[in-house]
């Protein structure tokens, strides 16, 4: 199917700005997509067009959401490029970005994985997982492993775990697990609360601190006034604003400054303008 793309979309940025592990290019130009039970193979037609593997209804219903469709981030970066030069060039670097809106579970397993690891390794330990514990499905380019609901995850224990790569995060996925099981932390009503509640009732969780907290409210709940500080954040403070937090200046959309921002730091060669 064929589907027309007025607004900022760029298939590779989305899928290696940071915020997802499970987006890959499968051959030429074709990007794979997962959330929950949707796999979803596209590319780019031509400037103005995509071409999808999923039927208008599905496109509608699952992925229109899931890309966030509904906002023009033409328009935000336009003012994002008011507030200040290195943030322009930032968000014009970074164009074609959008912020997912994922699936919470996998997101907040996602990055509990995430902490002091790379991007690589946090994407094979995610597959690991996936091919472990989650439902094997076949699509028309190939067998995959969707990432294990709750229900699939309920009952691992820290052996279980070993050999995925996790280290000391293992107790941390357990934990989570366990939570989110329990009812202890309830994903859906989390949708419900304030940003601040909303933080607070994920760090209940064992190795769930500020970063990762934000990240799970930023890439799951689209609270887009939450900026997670990793440590490419931190060089972008240190480094272009001497040492001052900018985020907090900005008003309205830091989360989305905040992926710009993480891309150009971490992609843009330093000699380039």
């Not at 990007?31 to 039927?55: M, P, W």
């Not at 890309?67 to 023009?72: A, G, H, K």
């Not at 902490?115 to 597959?127: A, H, L, N, V």
């Not at 240190?238 to 891309?263: E, M, P, S, T, W």
Request: one cysteine or more.
């Amino acid at each position: 199917m064929i589907v027309d793309i007025a607004d900022d979309f760029d298939l590779e940025k989305i899928a290696h700005c940071g915020q997802c592990f499970r987006a890959k290019k499968i051959f030429g130009d074709v990007y794979r997509f997962i959330t929950g039970k949707s796999v979803i193979y596209i590319s780019r037609k031509n400037h103005a067009q995509l071409e999808v593997s999923c039927d208008e209804r599905e496109w509608h219903d699952v992925w229109t959401n899931y890309f966030d469709l509904e906002t023009n981030y033409r328009a935000l970066r336009a003012e994002i490029g008011t507030l200040d030069d290195y943030l322009k060039s930032a968000a014009d670097f970074g164009s074609g970005i959008r912020i997912l809106r994922q699936e919470p579970f996998e997101t907040l397993i996602s990055f509990i994985i995430s902490q002091r690891k790379s991007i690589p390794s946090i994407t094979t330990s995610i597959e690991r997982i996936a091919n472990k514990f989650g439902r094997k499905v076949e699509t028309h380019c190939e067998e995959i492993n969707l990432f294990p609901t709750v229900e699939e995850f309920s009952g691992v224990d820290v052996e279980q775990l070993s050999g995925l790569g996790l280290g000391y995060r293992k107790n941390y996925i357990v934990d989570a697990v366990n939570s989110v099981r329990d009812g202890r932390v309830n994903l859906s009503d989390l949708n419900d609360l304030d940003d601040e509640a909303l933080i607070e009732t994920l760090k209940t969780i064992k190795g769930v601190g500020d970063k990762v907290a934000n990240c799970v409210a930023l890439f799951a709940y689209h609270r887009v006034d939450r900026v997670p500080i990793d440590v490419w954040i931190r060089r972008a403070i240190d480094d272009d604003f001497r040492g001052h937090n900018f985020f907090l200046d900005i008003k309205h959309n830091a989360g989305i400054v905040q992926q710009y921002v993480f891309y150009h730091k971490r992609f843009r060669k330093p000699d380039s303008r």
